[in-house]
């Protein structure tokens, strides 16, 4: 099986992430695309995270109906940070026979030499790195652990999605439209549940 693993906090899952597992779906011919919640980003510990519960909850509303993609609570029921060398050793025991593709944004690559044991990351998967159009990702501060490990980095071009996980907190935070910004079950969610206002412990 080839299986795609697309980490993040997916807070909220937009058309935006969509639309890159399916580029990465498409023209890689993956079998699968796993979304993989975080627990605890180590890379966004300055900010307060939606509940793990109700991550997963907007990504399986998101989902419904296309049998290609998963959700993965791998990371929210693991205690502590998410690590994505844990969770992809994790997939790799349970089906050896499964060839791993790391679905990351070119801007999280190029950071990829800081994330931990980015050398085990490698030789567990091939990490592709999905640029909007027009952008080519900067792989400069890699090439010292790409010659080490032998490994190259795949690229994936997709459309330039102009909006974010952020944008859509900030638009319900002060009361204006997410509209076809991410999926309507995804909208009556957050309304419902009353997620991303302002006050104490919002997201």
Known sequence: ???????????????????????CREILQLDEVWFVPAAVSPHKIDRVV?????RVEMLEFALAGFPEFKVS?????????????????????????????????ADAVADLGSWREPERILQLS???????AGESPNLTSLQG???QTRRTIQTVEMPAVPYSASEIRQRVATGQSIRFLTPRPVE??????????PGPGAA
């Open 188 to 197: 009556m969610y957050i309304r419902q549940k009353g997620l991303y206002q």
């Open 145 to 147: 652990l790409l010659q």
């Open 126 to 132: 091939q990490v592709v790195a999905v640029n909007r």
């Open 73 to 105: 609570r791998l990371e929210t029921s693991r205690p502590g940070p998410s690590f994505t060398v844990q969770t992809l050793e994790q997939i790799q025991q349970a089906d050896p026979t499964r060839e791993l593709f790391l679905l990351m944004g």
């Open 50 to 54: 939606t509940p793990g519960r109700a």
């Open 1 to 23: 099986m080839r299986l795609g693993i697309y980490g993040g906090t997916f807070d909220p899952i937009h058309f935006g992430h969509l639309l890159l597992a399916e580029r």
